[in-house]
């Protein structure tokens, strides 16, 4: 399987899961500096500062912790903010527009492919820029199953063999544990 690995740096190569799948990587380099990475993977978007020497800072938000992507697209470059639930944001400017246009679907489809609800988008688009904001569904903020509906609304609103599918996902994720999963699948396989 193919993860993307051919021209990622050892700092993240040494970070990522044997079974993680590199979906898009952008680099940003200016001529002073080493190159910071965001890498979106089908677990979660790596953030890497390259420094001299071998030296890195890197950081790592898995996507049942990330709160909402923006991507701002001007006329040269695009600037991205991730915030996570817990309070950090990684803000990186001048990156690529294109690279950036396609680093922000590859997250809206890594977080629909693992959503139960899709993901809230928000665009705002201007004569000379344009301004993307992805939100997570409220399911993850909480990473459990919505806690509102009951088990006879959630039959109306998705298969319950679906729903058995995700939770597996949710709990093979490590989002929820044994517990939890062992709990919400009993209920599930009641209304089979």
Known sequence: MDRGEEKLPKGVLQHLDPSERVLFKIRKKMSLEKPKWIIVTDKRIIYLDEKVFGRYDLKAIPYQKLEQVTVKLGIMS????????????????????????KAINAIKD????????PVSIE????????????????EFITRTMPAYLTAP??????DPMEQLKKLKELYDMGIISQEEYEEKRKKLLEMI
């Open 110 to 117: 890594a977080l629909n492919a693992i959503a139960i609800e």
């Open 123 to 138: 665009i705002k688009k201007g004569m000379t820029s344009e301004t993307w904001i992805l939100k997570k569904p409220k």
């Open 78 to 101: 695009s600037d991205f903010i991730i915030k996570s639930e817990e309070n950090t944001t990684l803000n990186l400017s001048w990156m690529n527009k294109e690279e950036a246009r």
């Open 153 to 158: 609304e959630m039959a109306e609103r998705e």
